[in-house]
């Protein structure tokens, strides 16, 4: 099956500076991916829609200055934390579509971010 | 997006056969039927889907009656490795809506 990867698995900072999580799509090539973002024991909730060579769009409530989106490639998505607080500490997720099926998306492993 | 209801958690022991429903009254024509299984810490897993009758893949089976009203996940003789959370979306070409999901627990 399709393969996405995400780096780094887990990362750890200090509260106001920045932590950039990259999502590749590793054998096949994705215009659309997606970002989101679990707490514990929570179900996923989806941040933003990223396209590739056009502006991500953003859910409601999911700040797009402060969750920078850049879709570099046909196969990496990134997004960035921008000054980082402890209540932006979860589980970040991307996916990317299989071609045009919205409904058939496969799932990078997650990024666990701390923020102290 | 229709909505999708599912039973919180479920119970059972290695080797049976689990059966999970999902209900999604206001399905759409246009709308397929999805399930994904999480482990903790890690991100969802494509496991089948369908858009009527009966879908057979390696790992698992899905019931739509001819409604599509509802759906249901069969996993033949689940094992101890089966115990994840297991999410049921439906939608068409869009983004993704996850409900709470069903947290299966498999007991020796």
């Known amino acids: 099956g399709a393969v996405v990867s995400q780096h780094p698995s887990r990362v750890i900072c200090k509260s106001g500076t920045s932590v950039k999580i990259e999502c590749r799509s590793l054998?096949?090539?994705?215009?659309?991916m997606f970002w989101y973002r679990q707490f514990p024991k929570q179900s996923l909730m989806l941040m933003a829609t990223?396209?590739?060579?056009?502006?991500?769009?953003?859910e409601q409530g999911v700040e797009k200055d402060k969750f920078l989106i850049n879709h570099a490639s046909l196969t990496l998505s990134t997004l960035t934390v921008t000054s980082a607080h402890p209540e932006d500490s979860s589980f970040y997720i991307c996916?990317?579509?299989?071609?045009?099926?919205?409904?058939?998306?496969?799932f990078g492993p997650g990024t666990r971010l701390t923020v102290t | 997006l229709a909505k999708t209801t599912q039973p919180i958690s479920m119970d059972s022991y290695e080797g049976q056969e689990v059966n999970i429903t999902c209900s999604h009254n206001?399905?759409?024509?246009?709308?397929?039927i999805t399930w994904y299984q999480q482990f903790p810490s890690q991100g969802p897993r494509f496991i089948i889907q369908?858009?009527?009758t009966k879908v057979t893949n390696e790992v698992a089976s899905l019931f739509i009656p001819a409604d599509r009203k509802s759906s249901t996940l069969s996993l033949p003789r689940v094992s101890l490795s089966d115990t994840a959370v297991y999410y049921c979306?439906?939608?068409?070409?869009?983004?993704?809506?996850f409900g709470k999901g069903t947290m299966l627990l498999v007991s020796p």
């Open positions: 996916s990317a579509p299989w071609g045009d099926r919205a409904y058939e998306q496969y």
């Open positions: 054998d096949f090539q994705a215009t659309t």
């Open positions: 990223s396209n590739e060579g056009s502006k991500a769009t953003y």
């Open positions: 206001n399905i759409a024509t246009n709308d397929y």
């Open positions: 369908g858009y009527k």
């Open positions: 979306l439906v939608g068409g070409n869009s983004t993704l809506t």
